[in-house]
């Protein structure tokens, strides 16, 4: 049964399949708080699960088939497989089904304003910059992230209306084309998920797509520093333009940055100097996010300069962004998100700013697909740091066919880099940094894969 409406299940049950993961809490939470009767089930306990029983959903833990009997509808996400006993239990009973995503889409429609947060970079950052900014504005709108953030405690701020939804909208398998947007933000367009798209050509298409599933009244806010997303200025609705380009819609002047490598600015609107914001993150790029959380709270809600800027000084980054690990024997360890050689350029480039000695990168290339189409550009993305050690490449979605292999990656980056060395495990990579580094420098590990997990090992 094919589900086109979300009021059809208002009376009945709706089961989470894997409701431990950040969006899979978040879409149940926001169910429970418009009225339906949410339950869910998982694994394991972790602070998503923790989020879902204080707001008194119930969750069973232990997937098992009789978890779903009764429910009205079943949502699963990509990570549960059809061999799943409850998925296979739903199918049984004739049970209908969503995914995620598509879960996400019927949701948007039940709002009157949905602005969706999209780009191949940096979504995830600004999107919780526009949750925080609109807290501190007083803005009543229900907020949807794709990753842990802090001040939330979890991935999702709950509205009271159905006024506004703000949610960040991922490219992947085109999955944000099953919202029903009315404002959209496209910070960047970039030539990831290569796995799923042939080429930049169809990235773009796809990004056109997604914009025209606005209605006439559309607003579309457009990145004027990024080439390719740039190119769809040319479309007909209601365009906003920001960037650190001087004849952006909204840019940035007087820019300044302390020395943990904090970035401080003016915001700029039409040649009007609207007032100064200070960051407590780092980097350029935090700088660009900034700039467009601004934009679009300035835009859509009206937000003034001085509320923006107090929630911006408060604002700290979302989970493996520039996350702070531990130290070891006076080295400071982080963990960065960053998988794309944008990315990497871009946090390399702020923590070269952070006070340090030396600075290492760990780089862990999630998936062979992306190594292969991506590997020059990698080649080209370590020039801020001392050394890079590369281990064996995380497979991710992928199967090793023997075309790329980690040390192929290394012969890549070594011409363009100070040091580069191919370490195949981080057992490995800890004994080596041991035996290397020294009081004062920063490590920072990068990758979308199991990284983050293998970080703590340095510790």
Request: aromatic fraction near 10%.
């Amino acid at each position: 049964m094919e589900v086109k409406n979300l009021r059809d299940f208002i009376g009945g049950r709706i089961h989470f399949i894997g409701v431990g993961g950040c969006s899979m809490s978040g879409l149940a939470l926001i169910l429970k708080n418009i009225g339906y009767q949410v339950t869910g089930s998982d694994t394991t306990e972790s602070v998503f699960t923790d989020k879902l029983l204080a707001e008194n959903v119930k969750v069973t833990f232990g997937q098992k088939a009789e978890n779903v009997e009764g429910a009205a509808l079943c949502v699963y996400s990509a990570a549960i497989k059809p061999e799943n006993p409850e998925r296979k239990r739903a199918t049984d009973l004739g049970i209908p089904m969503l995914e995620r995503a598509s879960l996400l889409g019927l949701l948007s429609e039940e709002y009157k304003n949905v602005i969706a947060i999209a780009g191949c970079h940096g979504k995830t950052t600004i999107t919780s910059m526009i949750a925080l900014i609109t807290e501190y504005a007083g803005v009543d709108a229900t907020v949807h992230v794709g990753g842990m953030v802090d001040f939330l405690g979890s991935g999702v701020r709950l509205g009271k209306t159905k006024q506004y939804f703000i949610t960040e909208a991922c490219e992947y398998v085109e999955s944000f084309l099953k919202l029903s947007p009315t404002h959209i933000l496209i910070n960047n367009i970039d030539d990831d998920h290569l796995d799923y798209y042939k080429d930049i050509d169809q990235i773009i298409a796809t990004f056109r797509k997604f914009v025209n599933l606005m209605p006439e009244s559309g607003h579309l806010f457009l990145n004027k520093d990024d080439a390719k997303g740039y190119q769809l200025h040319d479309m007909p609705f209601d365009i906003t333009e920001y960037g650190l380009s001087e004849n952006a819609g909204y840019t940035v002047a007087n820019v300044a940055f302390s020395e943990m490598g904090f970035p401080s600015f003016d915001i700029i609107r039409k040649g009007e100097n609207m007032g100064r914001i200070a960051l407590e993150v780092p980097g350029r790029h935090n700088m660009a996010n900034a700039l467009a959380a601004f934009t679009v709270c300035h835009s859509v809600f009206g937000v003034d300069i001085a509320t923006a800027a107090k929630a911006l000084k408060a604002y700290r980054l979302v989970g493996r962004r520039f996350e702070f690990m531990g130290e070891k024997n006076g080295v400071k360890i982080f963990h960065d998100y960053a998988h794309h050689p944008s990315e990497i350029m871009a946090c390399l480039d702020a923590a070269a700013q952070y006070p340090h000695k030396k600075l290492w990168a760990v780089f862990q290339c999630n998936s062979y697909t992306r190594a292969k189409t991506l590997k020059d550009k990698y080649g080209l993305s370590f020039g801020a740091v001392d050394c890079v050690l590369v281990p064996d490449i995380y497979p991710g979605r992928d199967i090793d066919t023997g075309e790329i292999h980690a040390t192929d990656l290394v012969a890549a980056i070594t011409p363009n880099a100070k040091q580069c060395e191919y370490i195949a495990t981080f057992e490995e990579i800890n004994v080596y940094l041991d035996g290397h580094v020294s009081e004062g420098d920063l490590v920072i590990t990068l990758g979308s894969g199991d990284v983050y997990r293998q970080t703590k090992k340095l510790l």
